[in-house]
């Protein structure tokens, strides 16, 4: 079975902030799914992405100009400007796609937001000393320095 996930990290806290999966995700999926977030967190002053065809859309940039958001793509063939959000992609795909037989769309979703847990209230990073990223958000200084809502896309 082919899966498309979108992951949103916080590189400031390391917070996976929203993985979405589907066996397709379109322009109109990623702000939608973007919109939660920004709910959920508050507006980002700028999104970082790479240079999926849905990030350079005519609804996405519109979305991006309503929301007053200032769309940051790589450059292409440059991962290492989105270092975590790449980082993140692949310890999600050797942690949770490759490790598991998904039968259906939903238990790929079951077994993602499993992995989220995980990957935030329980699991080490080495960046953080060893501790959860949780941890770093509950000891994160309290000026707001996070940048919310950077985003990366797995295919």
Request: glycine share 8%.
């Amino acid at each position: 079975m082919k899966l498309r996930t979108l992951n949103v990290v916080d590189v400031y806290t390391r917070e996976s902030l929203a993985i979405e999966v589907d066996h397709s995700l379109a322009s109109r999926d990623v702000t939608r799914v973007l919109e939660g977030v920004m709910a959920e967190r508050g507006r980002p002053a700028r999104l970082r992405s790479d240079n999926g065809p849905e990030f350079g859309s005519r609804h996405f940039l519109a979305w991006c100009e309503q929301a007053k958001i200032t769309p940051a793509p790589i450059e292409p063939g440059k991962p290492q400007q989105n270092g975590v959000v790449e980082s993140f992609n692949g310890r999600f795909r050797d942690e949770c796609l490759n490790a598991n037989l998904f039968r259906t769309l939903a238990d790929a979703r079951c077994a993602t937001a499993e992995w989220r847990e995980f990957y935030y209230h329980r699991r080490p990073h080495s960046s953080l000393c060893g501790g959860a990223a949780s941890f770093r958000l509950r000891y994160a200084p309290p000026s707001g320095s996070s940048a919310p809502g950077t985003s990366g896309k797995h295919p």
